[in-house]
């Protein structure tokens, strides 16, 4: 596994109690939109079992000059230290990793079943292909539980793209307007003809995940792709 040598930029609060977290992308580093890598830090000031790394998706398309990672923050000796650090702090990536990417070619209709932070690769996905005028239909559901816990969402909404369809849904806010509750078959048949005609594409939480999982194996779609990696 390739590792290459990074530096922090900078963060900024994206949701709440989300930060995005800006690095230096190497040079020579390639990746595809979706995909992971294996962050750490060297210097870590205080460390538990699960050392000095995470894995973290990528959030930024590559065409972007910079390696972008969000993620809920929590009491943990890694993300308190990525949350104190400075500007120039040293880092390293190792990758990339992962089969949560888009397909070679398709015809078929490509949805996201989205929850929370797990919006993270598929904002570099969707942005990767308004970004290079895709001709692939993509539509996303995306979850959560009200506004202001929902990153990226305004960015992916104004991308104004015909083909990106992002379709945001809270579980728990009554000011809203737009779809509410969970995602469930009879919200994604309001906006699909045939449910078993897209690929679909499961990020978010291990217990998303699997909720939407089931759902659609009940209903008898076969073609699922789950990101290795949840964000958490």
């Given at each position: ?8 930029l900078g963060s ?68 308190n230290h990525l ?84 379709i945001p849904t ?63």
């Amino acid at each position: 596994m390739a590792e290459y040598s990074t530096i922090f930029l900078g963060s900024e609060e994206i949701a709440s109690e989300t930060l995005q977290f800006e690095f230096e992308k190497p040079q020579g580093f390639v990746f595809k939109p979706g995909q992971f890598v294996h962050l750490g830090l060297p210097d870590l000031f205080d460390t538990d079992s699960e050392g000095n790394s995470r894995s973290f998706s990528i959030a930024s398309a590559p065409h972007e000059s910079h390696l972008l990672f969000a993620m809920r923050m929590r009491d943990s000796a890694f993300k308190n230290h990525l949350k104190s650090a400075v500007v120039g702090t040293s880092a390293v990536i190792s990758g990339p990793l992962g089969n949560f990417i888009f397909p070679d070619k398709t015809d078929r209709l490509i949805v996201f079943l989205v929850g929370g932070i797990g919006i993270t690769p598929v904002r570099g996905m969707i942005v990767h292909a308004s970004q290079t005028k895709s001709p692939q239909k993509i539509i996303v559901f995306y979850s959560n539980r009200t506004g202001a816990d929902m990153p990226y969402v305004h960015e992916l909404v104004s991308l104004n793209n015909q083909n990106i369809q992002i379709i945001p849904t809270m579980t728990n806010d009554a000011s809203w307007i737009g779809e509410q509750g969970y995602i469930d078959l009879n919200m994604i048949s309001r906006h699909l003809t045939d449910i078993n005609e897209p690929i679909y594409y499961l990020s978010g939480s291990p217990e998303f995940v699997l909720a939407m999982d089931k759902l659609l194996r009940d209903a008898g779609v076969k073609d699922i792709i789950v990101a290795e990696f949840f964000g958490y």
